[in-house]
């Protein structure tokens, strides 16, 4: 499981995987209902990332968002990545605020609270199709 390429636009956000390992983006061959239903996302996304990386007056109003699993911006992002689903197995990449001194990594799903399997280089919760990096 890999991140898709830079050049491609939900490449921040979103994984795609193949049992077989990475698929290049070019080689994903999503349809374009697809892509157009995971590009806003990927914006909508961008700008709380951006608020947050800001660390100003609204960086903890962004950083609430990221992390709640009944945020705009992780339903949105859960929406995506079941439609990319649709097409190829992707995981929704989980906000964490790892730089942080009392860092703790994640060991359960943020949404459901299954424990998190290990798949790759990432721990994931296959049911709500959520990755994340500690």
Known sequence: MVA??????IAARLLI????GA?????????????AGAVPDQDFYRAFDTLWLDSQEFE???RAQLVD??????VRGLQATAMLNESRRAYLC????SAEDDFVPLANCPRCA??????RDRLV????RIAVYN
């Open 4 to 9: 898709v390429s830079a050049s491609n636009p």
């Open 17 to 20: 995987c193949a049992l077989a």
């Open 23 to 35: 698929v290049p983006w070019t080689d994903a061959r999503l349809s374009p209902r697809t892509l």
């Open 60 to 62: 903890e109003l962004a």
């Open 69 to 74: 699993p009944r945020s705009p911006v992780n």
């Open 94 to 97: 989980w906000f964490q605020e």
């Open 114 to 119: 299954a424990p998190l399997v290990l798949c």
């Open 125 to 128: 919760c296959e049911d709500c």
